[in-house]
Nanobody
């Protein structure tokens, strides 16, 4: 199983980025997925997740600014990030969890992880 995250970069405050995660080696359409991030000196935190039927959940720090989506018939999950602030600076990771009825942002639930992509928000 491989997850390949991309789309990170340097963006000014107030800007937008779209992260992508391409998954191979599993029938990804039946797996919930999540996005996590780890800021320097902090623990990794779950921020967004999406179930196999497209239901989504976003944690409070990103709610209203970030949107997770997926290609329901394919192998890609995205994280659309708007109104970025310096506090969003972190390495962002995508992950996939075994089929279940709902998605989750709990890190230990996830067996499959991508390598991370760096997002830096700075003027």
């Amino acid at each position: 199983v491989q997850l390949q995250a991309s789309g990170g970069g340097l963006v000014q405050p107030g800007g937008s980025l779209r992260l992508a995660c391409v998954v191979s080696g599993i029938n990804f359409s039946i797996y919930p997925a999540g996005w996590f991030r780890q800021a320097p000196g902090k623990e990794r935190e779950g921020i967004s997740c999406i179930s196999s039927d497209g239901s989504t959940y976003h944690e409070a720090p990103v709610r209203g600014r970030f949107t997770i989506s997926r290609d329901s018939a394919g192998n890609t999950v995205w994280l659309h990030m708007n109104s970025l602030v310096p506090e969003d600076t972190a390495t962002y990771f995508c992950a996939a969890v075994f089929p279940r009825s709902t998605c989750t942002t709990v890190e230990y639930e996830y067996p499959y992880w991508g390598q991370g992509t760096q997002v830096t928000v700075s003027s």
